[in-house]
């Protein structure tokens, strides 16, 4: 189901993003600076980034536990899976607002954010109407 497998993607996504921003933080790993999203030193763009951290782990361990949750039978998990979807919306949304105010278009930074902000809709509004039927 494609749904599972674009939540799963996205949800060890989020995570292994965050493991590799928190390795950079302490000066563990170091990336390419053209890899990076624009002015990424600035302290000001450090705090906007970690503004996510909640929000991502949030996602990640609602959608995480919404797919064990279905693997079981448990039709709780379509509770779960709407949280993640519509944090996983949120991100999206957020990410390419800042980018928008600040005019900074980079290909690389708007499609996953785009990917986050638009895959999950088609699946709230089914998983909405499952709850309703």
Not at 78 to 100: E, F, R
């Amino acid at each position: 189901m494609l749904r599972r497998k674009l939540m799963f993607v996205t949800d060890v996504g989020m995570l292994v993003y965050w493991v590799v921003t928190i390795l950079m933080a302490l000066n563990i790993l170091a990336i390419p600076s053209e890899w990076l999203f624009n002015d990424y030193d600035n302290p000001q763009v450090i705090a906007w980034n970690w503004s996510f951290f909640p929000i991502d782990i949030a996602l990640s361990l609602t959608g995480l536990h919404a797919l064990r949750l279905e693997d079981k039978g448990n039709s709780a998990w379509k509770y779960w899976a709407l949280v993640s979807l519509t944090l996983t919306v949120c991100a999206g949304l957020m990410a390419i607002s800042y980018w928008a105010i600040i005019k900074d278009f980079d290909i690389a930074w708007w499609a996953p954010n785009l990917f986050l902000m638009i895959w999950p809709i088609p699946y709230i509004f089914q998983i909405t109407k499952l709850n309703n039927s």
